[in-house]
Each structure stands twice: as structure tokens, then as C-alpha cells.
């Protein structure tokens, strides 16, 4: 391959805001066969908006919301800007917390005054055990407005939940189309999410295959699955896809939110937050190629 059209390829797609790092990114793009969505802040807008706050009998609303945002100021997930910004909206003080401890991809545990908390998926704050009625009920609402669920425990006390509405970015179905009509045969989502939050936008897309509650190295493992079966190019766009990111035959990561771990992993970076830039990169990635030989 001549490099001179490699040169083109890379600044044609800069036009676009697509940073591709180098030939071989160029060349494993322009190879893709499969491509795998994370869907938080990837299909999803990922500035997810908190619409209701649910809580145990006697918890109240604010206080449930006061203590997760506090714990969140240690986080750089989509979530915790959510959650804070619900806070600061309702006037809330927050505190300063310690000894946090993240689980990426499913929580935070940390000290706020003088409590413990523990934020996060059901999965995280529950484990094996039975949720509460109110938590399943939660769970069910959170189901309905397809919203994300993040559980509070304090002190080892389910207190609440908070339900954030996590839409589609309006460009998505868009998007899926542009890379189905270039070729694209097998579009998947995996996502750290529930599996009824994750199957629902999958049937709406129309996608070959929805893998949900996967932790960041179970994302890892299935990318590497399907690597094995055929070229796979993954998108993310959180720190918890960075490994995954790194693991496919090419990474793109959403990178105008500047969460720069996934951004550091991948062959691509889209400098825009716009998800039709995937399917732009590949095109520009196959006429490179195309005009190389
Ligand atoms: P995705 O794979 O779709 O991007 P994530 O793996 O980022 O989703 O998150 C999966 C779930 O883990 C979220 O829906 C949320 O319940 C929980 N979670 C992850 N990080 C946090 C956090 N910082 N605070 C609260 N909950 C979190
Ligand atoms: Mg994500």
C-alpha cells in the first residue's frame, strides 16, 4: 500500500473529526467485518438525566441523593456528572468523601461523614441477595422508561434509588443504517447495564446481538470472541472500555467528553460527539485502501 493515500485517508478523516492513529488503525478499519457498541454514552447520549429518585420506607428523597452525589465527586462515569448536576439543582451541600473505592462499570463504595456507601448497578449493591420489595418495584419503573438504576446503601441499608433516563443520541438508528449499507453484517451492544435496559434498545436498533451485565473484562472476552470469527471494531466511550477498546482489531472511542483512558486505548478517537463519525471512518478507511492498491 502506497503510504501517500494512507496520509490522505488519516487527514481526510481529521476533516471529520475522526483521529486515526497511524496506517495499521487505518488498515485494521477499512478490514471491519463486526462492530461492537458499548451502549451508556456510546449509542446512548451518556449525559443520562436523573427523572425520579425512589426510596425505602422512611429514607428521604434528598438525603438518599445528597450522599450519592457526594460519593459520585470520585467518579468520572457519565452517571456521577448526572448525579451531582440533579443535586447542585436542588440546592444540596455536598461532602467531601474518602476511601473510595471504584468498581468500574458497576460502583463506587466510599465514606461520606460518617457513613458508608455503596452506589452503583443492582448487581453491585444487592449481590446475591433478594432487593427489597420498594427495590424491585424501583427496578421495574426503572424497566418501563428503560433508565438506568443506581442503588444507594448506607451503612449496609438499601436506602434508594436513583432512575436516570438514558436516551438514545438522536443520530444512532442513523448510524446503525450508514454501517449496515456499507457492508457491515454483524452489528452487537455489550454493556455493563441490565439485561431488560440493554435488550430493549437492541430490538429498537435492530441488532444481531445484545450482551448485558458484563463487567469490563467480560466486555474483553467477547471482544475477543468475536475477533476470533471476524475482524471486530468496538466503541466506547468510558474508562471501562478501555481494555476492550485495546483488545479489538480496532478501538474507537467517543472522545469529546475527553474520558481520556478509552481514548489513550484506541486506534481511533471521534473528536466530535457524533456517532455517524463510526461508520464515516470506515468508508474513509475502505477508500484509502481502495486507492492504495
Ligand atoms: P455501559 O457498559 O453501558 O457503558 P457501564 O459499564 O458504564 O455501562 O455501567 C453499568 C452500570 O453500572 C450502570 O448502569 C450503573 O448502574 C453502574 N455504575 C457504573 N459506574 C457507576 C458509578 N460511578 N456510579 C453509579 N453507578 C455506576
Ligand atoms: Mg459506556
Do not use: C, Y
Not at 93 to 115: D, F, I, Y
Not at 234 to 245: Q, S
Amino acid at each position: 500500500a502506497a503510504p501517500v493515500a494512507f496520509i490522505a485517508g488519516v487527514s481526510q478523516a481529521a476533516r471529520h473529526g475522526i483521529l486515526v492513529k497511524g496506517g495499521g488503525a487505518l488498515e485494521a478499519l477499512a478490514r471491519t467485518a463486526t462492530v461492537m457498541f458499548d451502549k451508556t454514552g456510546t449509542l446512548t447520549v451518556g449525559g443520562a438525566r436523573l427523572v425520579a429518585i425512589e426510596t425505602a420506607p422512611g429514607e428521604s428523597a434528598d438525603d438518599v441523593l445528597r450522599l450519592a452525589a457526594s460519593l459520585e465527586q470520585a467518579s468520572h462515569h457519565v452517571v456521577a456528572s448526572a448525579i451531582m448536576a440533579a443535586a447542585a439543582e436542588r440546592g444540596l451541600a455536598l461532602t467531601l468523601p474518602s476511601e473510595v473505592r471504584e468498581n468500574l462499570g458497576s460502583g463506587l463504595e466510599g465514606r461520606v461523614g460518617p457513613h458508608l456507601l455503596r452506589v452503583g448497578s443492582p448487581a453491585m449493591v444487592f449481590g446475591t441477595v433478594r432487593p427489597p420489595d420498594w427495590a424491585v418495584r424501583a427496578l421495574r419503573r426503572a424497566s418501563w422508561r428503560s433508565a438506568l438504576a443506581v442503588f444507594v446503601l448506607v451503612d449496609g441499608r438499601p436506602a434508594g434509588a436513583l432512575l436516570l433516563a438514558d436516551e438514545l443520541r438522536k443520530e444512532t438508528p442513523r448510524a446503525i443504517q450508514m454501517l449496515r449499507s456499507t457492508g457491515i453484517a454483524r452489528i452487537m451492544m455489550v454493556t455493563g447495564d441490565r439485561a431488560d435496559a440493554a435488550e430493549t434498545i437492541g430490538a429498537a436498533l435492530d441488532l444481531d446481538g445484545v450482551l448485558a451485565d458484563r463487567s469490563p473484562s467480560d466486555k474483553v472476552d467477547a471482544v475477543v470472541t468475536e475477533q476470533r470469527l471476524a475482524p471486530t471494531l468496538m466503541v466506547g466511550d468510558g474508562i471501562n472500555d478501555a481494555p476492550a477498546l485495546a483488545a479489538a482489531g480496532v478501538g474507537i472511542a467517543m472522545g469529546a467528553r475527553g474520558a481520556s483512558a478509552s481514548s489513550q486505548a484506541a486506534d481511533v478517537v471521534i473528536l466530535v460527539d457524533r456517532l455517524d463519525r463510526v461508520s464515516q471512518a470506515v468508508a474513509v478507511a475502505r477508500r484509502a485502501r481502495g486507492i492504495a492498491v
